[in-house]
């Protein structure tokens, strides 16, 4: 195994992304810039987004705080030859999986003379070889502890060693308009957030009665502060006086 193998972070747009993968490599960079977390290069590799980072494990949790993904993963690249792939899948598997577990290989993406389907079968059988002493078997789709995903563009394949789930929805600001939310509860901080993940730039007006409920709020738009693509971020403040009937 080499000690040198780059990993790579790759993000998977979601559907109504991929026409906008521009300004979703634009979002990326820009959260990156904010959360000071350096990388290398960052490109579009046919479908996906591939960035090569100092630190893909913190780099890939910032990426995939983001509306308009549906997946981010950590993942060796290799180019696309069959054989290439499937050693590169083979090997990641045998590093990866542990005692007794069940492991399913899913391949997708660009294939030119094969079938995603071949790499999988092939994989597969070379991969129970391999982990044989360690009780390692296929599993199926729906039935698996650990999943090598791989991902096929015209040139390279991903092998990924961690896979997470997106958000999904539309990349931040793609719709080019900015609405006004009150946060006053938790409900209207979820509306808020939908209002992200359709692509809208928010803008936030904190409603609050007390101190106390004030603080609650606070910590409640601690979490949404972080899906806002800006560096700054201006938040305005309403005290409200409840009537006592």
Not at 53 to 78: C, K, M, Q
């Amino acid at each position: 195994k080499k000690v040198n193998e780059p990993a790579f972070v790759v993000v998977f747009p979601s559907i109504f992304a991929r026409k906008k993968i521009v300004l979703l490599l634009s979002n990326i960079k820009k959260i990156l810039k904010i959360q000071n977390l350096q990388f290398e290069n960052i490109f579009v590799d046919d479908d996906v987004i591939v960035i090569k980072a100092n630190d893909p494990v913190f780099v890939s949790h910032e990426i995939n705080r983001l509306f308009g993904i549906e997946y981010v993963s950590i993942a060796r690249r290799t180019e696309n030859k069959f054989n290439d792939v499937v050693s590169t899948i083979t090997k990641i598997g045998s590093n990866i999986l542990l005692v007794g577990e069940l492991f399913y290989i899913k391949v997708d993406g660009f294939a030119l003379g094969f079938l995603p389907k071949d790499i999988e079968i092939a994989a597969t059988g070379t991969l129970v070889e391999k982990v044989v002493d360690i009780d390692c078997k296929p599993g199926t789709e729906s039935k698996y502890d650990k999943m090598i995903h791989c991902h096929l563009t015209r040139n390279n394949a991903y092998v990924s060693i961690f896979l997470e789930k997106g958000h999904g929805g539309i990349p931040y600001n793609a719709q080019g308009q900015q609405i006004l939310c009150c946060i006053y509860d938790e409900l209207s901080a979820i509306s808020c957030l939908e209002a992200i993940k359709q692509g809208f730039d928010v803008r936030i007006l904190v409603c609050y009665n007390t101190d106390a409920n004030l603080m609650e709020l606070v910590k409640i738009i601690n979490r949404i502060i972080p899906r806002l693509v800006t560096p700054d971020i201006t938040l305005d403040f309403c005290k409200v006086s409840l009537r006592q009937d």
